[in-house]
């Protein structure tokens, strides 16, 4: 069974920084595509990064050139490196692992196309 724990969320000020880590246990995820999510309160859960097997990253427009999503697969270990924070940043971030032995679907950003969720982490931003 495959564990992700989301770490790093914490409070920060507007243009700050913030890293959050995903750690996974259980299974080797390092030939499996790993996504980022967030939901705010009131909101429904939304992509926010993804990446791929091959080291390919994606990212939803409203954090493109302020986000960066990486992964050390010695460690099994997802990373979010987020700059630049504003407000609208304010959620929880939850990991999340596709099950799929490298997996090529274009649905990267749908919640369904992921098997395995963290529990999450906060992130609240003040401005």
């Known amino acids: 069974q495959v564990q992700l724990v989301e770490l790093g969320g914490g409070l920060v000020q507007a243009g700050g920084s913030l890293r959050l880590s995903c750690a996974a246990s259980g299974r080797t995820l390092s030939e499996y595509r790993m996504g980022w999510f967030r939901q705010a309160v009131g909101k429904e859960r939304e992509f926010v990064a993804a990446?791929?097997?091959?080291?390919?990253?994606y990212y939803a427009d409203s954090v493109k050139g302020r986000f960066t999503v990486s992964r050390d697969n010695a460690k099994n270990t997802v990373f979010l490196q987020m700059n630049s924070l504003k407000p609208e940043d304010t959620a929880v971030y939850y990991c999340a692992a596709d099950g799929r032995y490298h997996s090529t679907s274009p649905f990267y950003t749908r919640r369904t196309e992921y098997d395995y969720w963290g529990r999450g982490t906060q992130v609240t931003v003040s401005s």
């Open positions: 990446i791929s097997w091959s080291g390919r990253s």
